[in-house]
């Protein structure tokens, strides 16, 4: 099992940047590739960005492409979330979680960071 702890959130203007962390501990050696994702109030969690763990190919969400940038240190077991030009639609609850294999599901689930961008 993995246990995920997610810091760096905070309150930011908009157009500001914040950088998140996702700590991961336990049975790492498993993980095949580390997600966030984020929920804002009223709305259904959403996908953010993803990375493979060993080969560190990226996915993300339209919304995001060009403003926020996820990577890993496999050596920390850490992977984090660079977000720039930050948007008050970003303000949501930001979680990581991890896929344990190419047809696994996300699970682990982080208790999540909050992230509020003001206008």
């Known amino acids: 099992q993995v246990q995920l702890v997610e810091s760096g959130g905070g309150l930011v203007q908009a157009g500001g940047s914040l950088r998140l962390s996702c700590a991961a501990s336990?049975?790492?050696?498993?993980?095949?590739?580390m997600g966030w994702f984020r929920q804002a109030p009223g709305k259904e969690r959403e996908f953010v960005a993803s990375?493979?763990?060993?080969?560190?190919?990226?996915t993300y969400r339209d919304s995001v492409k060009g403003r926020f940038t996820i990577s890993r240190d496999n050596t920390k077991n850490t992977v984090y979330l660079q977000m720039n030009s930050l948007k008050p639609e970003d303000t949501a609850v930001y979680t990581c979680?991890?896929?344990?294999?190419?047809?696994?599901?996300?699970?682990?689930w982080g208790q999540g960071t909050q992230v509020t961008v003001s206008s």
């Open positions: 979680a991890n896929q344990r294999s190419v047809i696994g599901m996300w699970s682990n």
């Open positions: 990375i493979q763990w060993s080969v560190g190919s990226t």
């Open positions: 336990g049975r790492t050696f498993s993980t095949y590739a």
